[in-house]
Structure formats: structure tokens, C-alpha cells
């Protein structure tokens, strides 16, 4: 083999890489492209669902969780703790308001066959 490759065979040791700097950033590289495609895939696949699997705090479920979780780390009184229970309460008003209105504005200029789709990509967000 010519002594100009990057890799040269070695009798009695095998494989000896010439140039360690080319095989450490070719290395690096290696691991990051195949950590962006696994991230990625399991990203688009469920991996964005896994990441929101808890109640947002606009749901009842969530609005609980969040009362009592903030209640016990900020030591919250019970007249704090109803005052945040009452603003989450407003909040998820508000959403449900906004997420509402939105929705009929977007149906309004659909066509038939276009909100069929459109609430099967509704429904199938909310699982």
C-alpha cells in the first residue's frame, strides 16, 4: 500500500490509521448524522405525542395538577392557591374561546371534502 492513504496495513499490528484528525472528525460526524436521523424518526414517528403526553393545564385534569404541583413548590396559601385556580379557570376560558372561534373561521372557507379532513386532523391531534 502507498504511504499516502489514510489507512496503512502493518504486519504485525493490522490497521493503523495515518491521519487521527480526519478519523476523529469523520467519527464525530458519523455519530451526529446517525443521532440526527434516530431524533428525527422518532420525533415524527411518537416521539412529539411522548414529549405532551401530560393534561395541559387548560383541561380540568391539568388545572388540578397545576394547582396542587405549584400549591406545594411556592408554598402557596389556600387564598393564592384559589386565586391561581381562578386564573387557570379564566385561561382555559379564553383557550377554549380562541381554539373555538378559529375553528369556524377556518371551516368557513373549507369546501365539504376539505372539513372532513380538517376534523379528522383536529381529532386525531387531541390523541
Known amino acids: 500500500m502507498s504511504s499516502s492513504g489514510v489507512l496503512t496495513r502493518h504486519r504485525e499490528s493490522g490497521f493503523v490509521f495515518r491521519n487521527q484528525k480526519a478519523v476523529c472528525v469523520g467519527t464525530l460526524l458519523l455519530v451526529f448524522t446517525v443521532g440526527a436521523l434516530v431524533g428525527g424518526t422518532f420525533m415524527s414517528t411518537s416521539g412529539h405525542a411522548w414529549l405532551h403526553r401530560s393534561n395541559p393545564f387548560w383541561t380540568e385534569a391539568g388545572k388540578r395538577i397545576s394547582v ?14 384559589e386565586e391561581v385556580s381562578s386564573i387557570l379557570e379564566d385561561f382555559a376560558k379564553y383557550y377554549r ?31
Do not use: G, Y
Open 68 to 81: 396542587e404541583k405549584w400549591s406545594a413548590h411556592l408554598n402557596l396559601t389556600p387564598a393564592q392557591a
Open 97 to 127: 374561546t380562541v381554539t373555538a372561534e378559529a375553528k369556524a373561521r377556518i371551516l368557513k372557507i373549507l369546501n365539504e371534502e376539505q372539513r372532513v379532513k380538517f376534523q379528522k386532523m383536529v381529532n386525531d391531534a387531541r390523541h
